[in-house]
């Protein structure tokens, strides 16, 4: 599997910083939004401008090189192989 179809599976599934950049989610009630809309579709709640990939960055840690988001456990990035820092005790 070359990197280019890797990331474009992880795009398809949402997990794509570009994908993620434009992506809001209802703070309510989890709704998938677009990046321009200021309510949710589903209930109805005000969305803030912060999208998806800002919510990941706060969550999860990411590549300090390329901004792919890494698995809690994971070494290397899987985007550009960057080794990612883990907090070692
Ligand atoms: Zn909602
Ligand atoms: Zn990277």
Do not use: W
């Not at 599934?13 to 998938?32: A, R």
């Amino acid at each position: 599997m070359t990197k280019e179809i890797y990331f474009r599976n992880l795009e398809q599934f949402g997990y794509g910083p570009n994908v993620m950049k434009k992506t809001k989610v209802c703070p309510k009630c989890g709704q998938i939004a677009k990046k321009g809309s200021f309510f949710c579709r589903s209930c109805g709640a005000f969305l803030t401008r912060e999208t998806l990939y800002d919510h990941y960055r706060k969550q999860h840690r990411c590549c300090p090189e390329c901004d792919t988001v890494l698995a809690a456990d994971s070494h290397y990035c899987p985007n550009c192989g960057s080794k990612t820092q883990l907090n070692v005790v």
